[in-house]
């Protein structure tokens, strides 16, 4: 997943970074509503974590903004409030769920995968496609019984394919998505090229079928 975390306070914000990013996410981070606001008019998200009080704005603020550009993004909300007038609000304005601090990182991360599962992969923990079974919580591609080795990027570039598929998506998607914000200051995408071939190897060396196409000019698209 790629996820955001908006938060003010930095030993919280390093523990979620910390704890999301040893999981294998692309994690982000925003400091205050400035660059909160930065964030999500530059770059599309699977997640979105959202802490409520912020120096420069109220959080809850920003779920109109985050509704207006990423429709398909989960929104949780944190705060140290435990105020039901906040959470309804927050809910009503198109946030998914709420957490109020102090909180368990572990359920946090339960709460996070769960809206992934329901907004992304539409409640499915497990994705088929001819034959081949994308197992979510394991994070590993399996064809009928026999595991198909990918890496980290190879996995994470698979998903990315299948919740896009039959639509065209840029290379400079993919390298945001995958790679992060950190990724545009890179010279070339012969990076993403060198795993989306092996990405490509590998499933044509399983059963014959080659799913991801070249859009001359425009990127790629996976085809199932």
Same mark, same amino acid.
């Given at each position: 997943? +790629?996820?955001?975390?908006?938060?003010?306070?930095?030993?919280?914000?390093?523990?979620?970074?910390?704890?999301?990013?040893?999981?294998?996410?692309?994690?982000?981070?925003?400091?205050?509503?400035?660059?909160?606001?930065?964030?999500?008019?530059?770059?599309?998200?699977?997640?979105?974590?959202?802490?409520?009080? @912020?120096?420069?704005?109220?959080?809850?603020?920003?779920?109109?903004?985050?509704?207006? $550009?990423?429709?398909?993004?989960?929104?949780?909300?944190?705060?140290? +409030?435990?105020?039901?007038? !906040?959470?309804?609000?927050?809910?009503?304005?198109?946030?998914?769920?709420? @957490?109020?601090?102090?909180?368990?990182?572990?359920?946090?991360?339960?709460?996070?995968?769960?809206?992934?599962?329901?907004?992304?992969?539409?409640?499915?923990?497990?994705? /088929?496609?001819?034959?081949?079974?994308?197992?979510?919580?394991?994070? $590993? /591609?399996?064809?009928?019984?026999?595991?198909?080795? /990918?890496?980290? +990027?190879?996995?994470?570039? /698979?998903?990315?394919?299948?919740?896009?598929?039959?639509?065209?998506?840029? +290379?400079?998607?993919?390298?945001?998505?995958?790679?992060? !914000?950190?990724? !545009?200051?890179?010279?070339?995408?012969?990076?993403?090229?060198?795993?989306?071939?092996?990405?490509?190897?590998? @499933?044509?060396?399983?059963?014959?079928?080659?799913?991801?196409?070249?859009?001359?000019?425009?990127?790629?698209?996976?085809?199932?």
């Amino acid at each position: 997943m +790629k996820l955001l975390f908006v938060e003010d306070e930095p030993v919280l914000l390093d523990e979620m970074l910390s704890y999301f990013s040893s999981d294998g996410n692309i994690c982000e981070q925003a400091n205050d509503y400035g660059q909160a606001v930065e964030k999500i008019n530059t770059y599309a998200y699977d997640g979105i974590v959202l802490d409520i009080t @912020l120096p420069d704005g109220n959080g809850i603020d920003l779920i109109p903004q985050i509704r207006t $550009c990423q429709m398909g993004t989960g929104i949780l909300i944190l705060s140290a +409030k435990n105020s039901l007038a !906040d959470k309804v609000n927050g809910l009503n304005l198109g946030a998914d769920d709420y @957490l109020t601090k102090p909180f368990y990182l572990e359920e946090l991360s339960a709460r996070v995968n769960a809206l992934y599962r329901r907004k992304a992969l539409q409640g499915e923990e497990n994705i /088929l496609f001819d034959g081949f079974t994308i197992d979510t919580a394991g994070k $590993c /591609l399996m064809y009928g019984t026999e595991e198909i080795k /990918l890496t980290k +990027k190879e996995y994470q570039l /698979l998903i990315y394919f299948v919740v896009n598929k039959n639509r065209v998506v840029s +290379k400079s998607a993919i390298a945001e998505h995958i790679w992060g !914000d950190s990724f !545009d200051e890179a010279d070339n995408f012969d990076v993403i090229y060198v795993h989306m071939m092996n990405l490509r190897k590998k @499933l044509i060396k399983t059963n014959g079928t080659d799913y991801i196409k070249t859009v001359r000019g425009l990127g790629y698209k996976f085809v199932s």
